[in-house]
């Protein structure tokens, strides 16, 4: 006997309510469209205001989700907001303004510009690991254009996700922007709606599947993504200088960063004296007194158990292909509590060579000639990042060349990512389109081409039809000379 067909699920209420909030987000939209450039930026100066005087609510918040030190939520997730925040502000009108464009002599006695407009209704899907930045720096961008927002913060950081309801309850209308919070089916719901730009961060995986719901609409994207971001130290490096940075990027939000250092590539004469200084800076960031890291209140923790485990795994499976653990490899399941843990030439079909990892773990690969490092890399999908650590301006210039990534940093980690005039985003697998400054206006931005002629004329008014001789004369004078 066949059994009957099971009917789907009702809508939450959170699902039911979400075209009528689209709607009225695409009327306010057209509104927004003819506003003054000085209302959008009254709108970033009350969220700037809003931030600093809720400070302590959004350390907080943080805290609460995944145990995060508030000098680094001043530091990742507040300053580099209120810099987005304060950058914008301080170029708004030049970036709105028409840009004037040259005239080719084909087309003389006309005018051309470009004309910024808003897109109209945009979603941006924000993620766990830098939750209340990674939802803000794109608002940003998307205000300062003249949008509407909808926001949909990651449930795995719930208290961060109410934190940004309520900013957008205290500071706007839900016409023009509001947070809707719920899991992925509410995304699914919302991926269902002809928006007019999507903003996602998150991994490869879901950013197919969010590419594929906008090519629906035909609907533009930013996709900030992931991958396996190399760190790569020639034996000229300074050995210390490389060994903080690099576990400074990879300790902080204990090493869920996208543009995290996800594995080191060193010469292998230089190995042994970096993995010495490595075990000095994690001394010396986090166990300053000799306490075990595990007290330490300059550490976070990971987000939830599925993480912990999937990274236990990778531990583990690493451990089990005898990879050996140089530095660390302390968990505790219980507090979702991992050692920065650095890992000693695993195989490269091991997990944690062939994942990202987006935590604690740091596999550390030797090479002899910089052209196999190079091939090492690139044997992987695009990285977001490179992170280069040498003295030798060849070496660094190499480097550059010859790896793919979408940003890079010289004798340093992350940084990238904090200026604001440096567009950030990925390459291939890790991501399409940029973000931050006038890159991130841009993306919630039409770019409208204008031409302007004078009324009776224009250049190319003597080769209209009927093409006589004499106009295919002109027209073969305009393509050699023109």
Same mark, same amino acid.
């Given at each position: 006997?066949?059994?009957?067909?099971?009917?789907?699920?009702?809508?939450?209420?959170?699902?039911?309510?979400?075209?009528?909030?689209? !709607?009225?987000?695409?009327?306010?939209?057209?509104?927004?469209? #003819?506003?003054?450039?000085?209302?959008?930026?009254?709108?970033?100066?009350?969220?700037?205001?809003?931030?600093?005087?809720?400070?302590?609510?959004?350390?907080?918040?943080?805290?609460?989700?995944? #145990?995060?030190?508030?000098?680094?939520?001043?530091?990742?997730?507040?300053?580099?907001?209120?810099?987005? +925040?304060?950058?914008?502000?301080?170029?708004?009108?030049?970036?709105? =303004?028409?840009?004037? &464009?040259?005239?080719?002599?084909?087309?003389? /006695?006309?005018?051309?510009?470009?004309?910024?407009?808003?897109?109209?209704?945009?979603?941006?899907?924000?993620?766990?690991?830098?939750?209340?930045?990674?939802?803000?720096?794109?608002?940003?961008?998307?205000?300062?254009?003249?949008?509407?927002?909808?926001?949909?913060?990651?449930?795995?950081?719930?208290?961060?996700?109410?934190?940004?309801?309520?900013?957008?309850?205290?500071?706007?209308? $839900?016409?023009?922007?509001?947070?809707?919070?719920?899991?992925?089916?509410?995304?699914?719901?919302?991926?269902?709606?002809?928006?007019?730009?999507?903003?996602?961060?998150?991994?490869?995986?879901?950013?197919?599947? &969010?590419?594929?719901? =906008?090519?629906?609409?035909?609907?533009?994207?930013?996709?900030?993504?992931?991958?396996?971001?190399?760190?790569?130290?020639?034996?000229?490096?300074?050995?210390?200088?490389?060994?903080?940075?690099?576990?400074?990027?990879?300790?902080?939000?204990?090493?869920?960063?996208?543009?995290?250092?996800?594995? &080191? +590539?060193?010469?292998?004469?230089?190995?042994?004296?970096?993995? $010495?200084?490595?075990?000095?800076?994690?001394?010396?960031?986090?166990?300053?007194?000799?306490?075990?890291?595990?007290?330490?209140?300059?550490?976070?923790?990971?987000?939830?158990?599925?993480?912990?485990? #999937? +990274?236990?795994?990778?531990? !583990?499976?690493?451990?089990?292909?005898?990879?050996?653990?140089?530095?660390?490899? =302390?968990?505790?399941?219980?507090?979702?509590?991992?050692?920065?843990? &650095?890992?000693?030439?695993?195989?490269? /079909?091991?997990?944690?060579?062939?994942?990202?990892?987006?935590?604690?773990?740091?596999?550390?690969?030797?090479?002899?000639?910089?052209?196999?490092?190079?091939? $090492?890399?690139?044997? #992987?999908?695009?990285?977001?990042?490179?992170?280069?650590?040498?003295?030798?301006? $060849?070496?660094?210039?190499?480097?550059?060349?010859?790896?793919?990534?979408?940003?890079?940093?010289?004798?340093?980690?992350?940084?990238?990512?904090?200026?604001?005039?440096?567009?950030? /985003?990925?390459?291939?697998?890790?991501?399409? /389109?940029?973000?931050?400054?006038?890159?991130?206006?841009?993306?919630?931005?039409?770019?409208?081409?204008?031409?302007?002629?004078?009324?009776?004329?224009?250049?190319?008014?003597?080769?209209?039809?009927?093409?006589?001789?004499?106009?295919?004369?002109?027209?073969?004078? +305009?393509?050699?000379?023109?």
């Amino acid at each position: 006997m066949s059994s009957a067909p099971t009917s789907p699920l009702p809508a939450s209420p959170v699902q039911s309510a979400i075209p009528a909030l689209f !709607a009225r987000q695409q009327a306010r939209a057209e509104a927004l469209r #003819r506003e003054a450039v000085s209302s959008r930026a009254n709108r970033l100066r009350r969220l700037d205001a809003w931030i600093t005087e809720n400070r302590k609510a959004i350390q907080e918040a943080l805290y609460a989700d995944f #145990r995060k030190p508030a000098a680094e939520t001043d530091i990742t997730e507040i300053w580099s907001s209120q810099t987005e +925040l304060r950058h914008t502000l301080r170029h708004l009108s030049q970036w709105a =303004a028409p840009r004037k &464009v040259g005239t080719p002599m084909a087309l003389v /006695g006309t005018r051309g510009w470009v004309q910024p407009e808003p897109k109209g209704v945009c979603l941006i899907i924000a993620p766990w690991n830098y939750p209340f930045y990674l939802a803000i720096d794109p608002l940003i961008s998307a205000l300062a254009a003249g949008n509407a927002v909808i926001i949909k913060p990651s449930e795995m950081t719930p208290i961060v996700a109410a934190l940004l309801s309520r900013l957008c309850r205290e500071l706007f209308d $839900e016409a023009e922007v509001t947070v809707v919070e719920g899991d992925k089916d509410v995304a699914t719901e919302l991926l269902k709606l002809p928006f007019d730009h999507i903003f996602f961060t998150g991994s490869p995986q879901v950013g197919k599947v &969010v590419m594929r719901a =906008a090519a629906e609409h035909l609907t533009s994207v930013t996709l900030e993504l992931g991958g396996k971001s190399p760190a790569v130290v020639d034996e000229t490096a300074d050995l210390r200088d490389a060994a903080e940075k690099i576990i400074w990027g990879k300790g902080v939000n204990a090493g869920q960063t996208c543009v995290a250092p996800d594995y &080191v +590539l060193v010469h292998e004469n230089a190995r042994d004296q970096l993995l $010495e200084e490595m075990r000095g800076v994690i001394s010396r960031f986090y166990s300053p007194e000799g306490q075990p890291v595990a007290d330490s209140n300059s550490y976070a923790r990971i987000v939830n158990d599925n993480h912990y485990e #999937r +990274l236990a795994g990778l531990l !583990a499976d690493a451990r089990a292909q005898g990879t050996a653990v140089a530095l660390g490899g =302390a968990t505790d399941a219980a507090a979702r509590f991992i050692e920065p843990t &650095v890992l000693l030439d695993p195989p490269t /079909g091991s997990r944690v060579m062939q994942e990202e990892i987006f935590g604690p773990l740091l596999p550390v690969r030797t090479f002899r000639h910089l052209m196999d490092a190079v091939d $090492e890399v690139n044997s #992987r999908p695009k990285p977001l990042a490179l992170y280069v650590f040498s003295q030798d301006e $060849e070496n660094q210039r190499y480097l550059l060349q010859n790896i793919p990534a979408g940003g890079a940093c010289v004798n340093e980690t992350i940084l990238h990512l904090a200026h604001p005039d440096l567009p950030f /985003g990925g390459f291939g697998n890790s991501g399409i /389109g940029r973000c931050h400054g006038q890159a991130g206006f841009m993306a919630f931005s039409n770019e409208k081409s204008v031409l302007r002629q004078r009324t009776g004329l224009t250049a190319l008014k003597p080769l209209y039809p009927p093409y006589t001789p004499k106009v295919r004369k002109m027209i073969n004078m +305009l393509v050699k000379w023109l």
